[in-house]
């Protein structure tokens, strides 16, 4: 079964805005929580994690906000640009299991 | 430096066949993951390798393995090919064996 659940499915965001996308979980055994970002005809790209001891972890225009007791975890993406038109995926892994469990993945598009 | 190389881009078999993929590793990343991509089911772990030995395996069934050389290299393969069997494949690595996994831009896989 699906982990980990992300949503919107997709996302249609004017040039500047914030772009944010959610995902929950219910594995209290995860410890690493990382945002892929990926464009077509490439692998994902690794974008920014954070670990359940903090609330918050911001690089750039991207920051993680993290709700360790709701077990929810979601990416905002400020001052959206037409180049962040991707899809981003969600995901979470124990300290032993070595894999993530990804989200379905959200599609971004950002108009100019 | 390189990143995760994988071959071929792009695989074409007929049912019942079956495929080796491979995956060179970023230099010095020991652990090395294998992903399936399909716009079903999403991204999911097929095993993770980590000096030679599998470590974890994801829900898949017997038809697919993989091994890990001593120079870290990957190979993946899938016998009695299936036509579901058709998806992205992706390899990833990390020095850290379980975070910032590095994605290559994966194998293409089709069986007609």
């Known amino acids: 079964q699906q982990q980990v659940k992300q949503s919107p499915q997709s996302l249609i965001v004017q040039k500047g805005g914030i772009s944010i996308i959610n995902c929950a979980y219910e594995n209290t055994a995860f410890d690493y929580f990382p945002w892929y970002q990926q464009f077509p005809g490439k692998g994902p790209a690794l974008l920014i994690a954070?670990?359940?001891?903090?609330s918050e972890k911001k690089e750039g225009r991207f920051t993680i906000s993290f709700n360790k007791s709701a077990k929810q975890f979601s990416l905002h993406i400020m001052d959206s640009q037409p180049g962040d038109s991707a899809t981003y995926f969600c995901a979470a892994s124990t300290n032993s299991g070595y894999a993530l469990n990804f989200g379905k993945g959200t599609s971004l598009l950002v108009t100019p | 430096k390189a990143g995760v190389t994988q071959t071929p881009r792009y695989l074409i078999k007929t049912r019942g066949q079956q495929v080796t993929l491979s995956c060179s590793p970023i230099?010095?990343?020991?652990?090395v993951s294998w992903y399936q991509q399909t716009p079903g089911q999403g991204l999911q772990f097929l095993f993770e390798y980590f000096s030679e030995t599998q470590r974890n395996k994801g829900n898949f069934p017997g038809r697919f393995s993989g091994r890990q050389f001593s120079n870290s290299r990957s190979e993946m393969n899938v016998s009695t090919l299936e036509l579901g069997d058709s998806a992205l494949y992706l390899c990833?690595?990390?020095?850290?064996?379980?975070?910032?996994?590095?994605f290559g831009s994966g194998t293409r896989l089709t069986v007609v």
């Open positions: 230099s010095g990343h020991r652990s």
């Open positions: 990833a690595s990390s020095s850290a064996g379980g975070y910032g996994y590095t």
């Open positions: 954070i670990r359940p001891d903090v």
